[in-house]
Nanobody, 112 residues
Framework: VQPVESGGGLVRAGGSLRLSCAAA????????VGWFRQAPGKGREGVAC????????AYKDSVKGRFTISRDNAKNTVYLQMNSLKPEDTAVYYC??????WGQGTQVTVSS
Protein backbone atom coordinates (compact mmCIF):
# COMPACT_ATOMS: atom_id res chain seq x y z
CA VAL A 1 0.00 0.00 0.00
CA GLN A 2 1.24 3.53 -0.76
CA PRO A 3 -0.01 6.29 1.54
CA VAL A 4 -0.49 9.67 -0.13
CA GLU A 5 -0.89 12.73 2.10
CA SER A 6 -2.62 15.98 1.24
CA GLY A 7 -4.17 18.99 2.95
CA GLY A 8 -1.13 20.77 4.30
CA GLY A 9 -0.63 24.49 3.98
CA LEU A 10 -0.03 27.78 5.71
CA VAL A 11 -2.36 28.81 8.52
CA ARG A 12 -2.32 31.36 11.31
CA ALA A 13 -2.04 30.33 14.93
CA GLY A 14 -5.44 29.27 16.22
CA GLY A 15 -6.55 28.07 12.82
CA SER A 16 -7.41 24.59 11.55
CA LEU A 17 -6.36 22.19 8.86
CA ARG A 18 -7.49 18.72 7.90
CA LEU A 19 -4.89 16.35 6.53
CA SER A 20 -5.86 13.34 4.44
CA CYS A 21 -3.97 10.13 3.86
CA ALA A 22 -5.25 8.08 0.94
CA ALA A 23 -4.27 4.50 0.18
CA ALA A 24 -3.04 4.50 -3.40
CA UNK A 25 -3.31 1.19 -5.17
CA UNK A 26 -4.74 -0.68 -2.19
CA UNK A 27 -6.73 -0.22 1.00
CA UNK A 28 -6.00 0.50 4.64
CA UNK A 29 -8.43 -2.21 5.78
CA UNK A 30 -5.67 -4.44 7.16
CA UNK A 31 -3.47 -1.72 8.63
CA UNK A 32 -3.27 0.46 11.65
CA VAL A 33 -2.36 3.96 10.49
CA GLY A 34 -0.38 6.67 12.20
CA TRP A 35 0.45 10.32 11.64
CA PHE A 36 3.99 11.50 12.33
CA ARG A 37 5.71 14.85 11.96
CA GLN A 38 9.20 16.18 11.58
CA ALA A 39 10.09 19.78 12.33
CA PRO A 40 13.25 21.39 10.91
CA GLY A 41 16.33 20.14 12.74
CA LYS A 42 14.35 17.62 14.80
CA GLY A 43 13.61 13.93 14.66
CA ARG A 44 10.38 12.41 13.45
CA GLU A 45 7.77 11.96 16.17
CA GLY A 46 4.44 10.20 16.44
CA VAL A 47 1.38 12.42 16.61
CA ALA A 48 -1.64 10.13 16.47
CA CYS A 49 -2.62 6.63 15.47
CA UNK A 50 -5.75 4.61 14.86
CA UNK A 51 -6.26 0.86 15.03
CA UNK A 52 -7.52 -1.43 12.29
CA UNK A 53 -10.88 -2.58 13.48
CA UNK A 54 -12.08 -1.06 16.71
CA UNK A 55 -11.03 2.48 15.88
CA UNK A 56 -8.95 2.83 19.03
CA UNK A 57 -6.93 6.04 18.93
CA ALA A 58 -3.89 7.43 20.70
CA TYR A 59 -2.31 10.88 20.69
CA LYS A 60 0.88 12.64 21.58
CA ASP A 61 0.25 14.58 24.78
CA SER A 62 0.85 17.98 23.21
CA VAL A 63 -1.93 17.51 20.63
CA LYS A 64 -4.58 15.89 22.83
CA GLY A 65 -7.80 17.86 22.70
CA ARG A 66 -6.71 19.69 19.54
CA PHE A 67 -6.12 16.93 16.97
CA THR A 68 -8.49 14.14 15.98
CA ILE A 69 -7.59 11.10 13.89
CA SER A 70 -10.32 9.22 12.06
CA ARG A 71 -10.67 6.75 9.24
CA ASP A 72 -13.17 6.10 6.48
CA ASN A 73 -12.48 2.62 5.16
CA ALA A 74 -15.08 3.05 2.41
CA LYS A 75 -12.93 5.88 1.04
CA ASN A 76 -9.60 4.23 1.94
CA THR A 77 -8.63 7.40 3.73
CA VAL A 78 -7.39 8.40 7.18
CA TYR A 79 -7.80 11.97 8.37
CA LEU A 80 -6.08 14.20 10.88
CA GLN A 81 -8.23 17.14 11.94
CA MET A 82 -6.01 19.77 13.52
CA ASN A 83 -7.59 22.61 15.47
CA SER A 84 -6.16 25.42 17.59
CA LEU A 85 -2.89 25.14 15.71
CA LYS A 86 0.27 26.55 17.25
CA PRO A 87 3.56 27.65 15.66
CA GLU A 88 5.22 24.63 17.28
CA ASP A 89 2.98 22.37 15.18
CA THR A 90 4.92 23.49 12.10
CA ALA A 91 6.43 20.40 10.48
CA VAL A 92 6.21 17.99 7.59
CA TYR A 93 3.44 15.56 8.43
CA TYR A 94 3.73 11.95 7.33
CA CYS A 95 1.29 9.08 7.20
CA UNK A 96 2.46 5.55 7.98
CA UNK A 97 0.47 2.38 7.40
CA UNK A 98 1.05 -1.02 8.90
CA UNK A 99 4.13 0.14 10.74
CA UNK A 100 6.21 0.28 7.58
CA UNK A 101 4.64 2.08 4.60
CA TRP A 102 5.44 5.80 4.59
CA GLY A 103 3.91 8.57 2.53
CA GLN A 104 5.88 11.44 1.05
CA GLY A 105 4.69 14.01 3.57
CA THR A 106 2.78 17.28 3.48
CA GLN A 107 4.03 20.59 4.87
CA VAL A 108 2.12 22.34 7.63
CA THR A 109 3.23 25.84 8.56
CA VAL A 110 1.62 27.76 11.40
CA SER A 111 2.42 31.46 11.61
CA SER A 112 2.29 33.42 14.85
Amino acid sequence: VQPVESGGGLVRAGGSLRLSCAAAGSTFDDYAVGWFRQAPGKGREGVACISIDDFTTAYKDSVKGRFTISRDNAKNTVYLQMNSLKPEDTAVYYCKAGGRYWGQGTQVTVSS
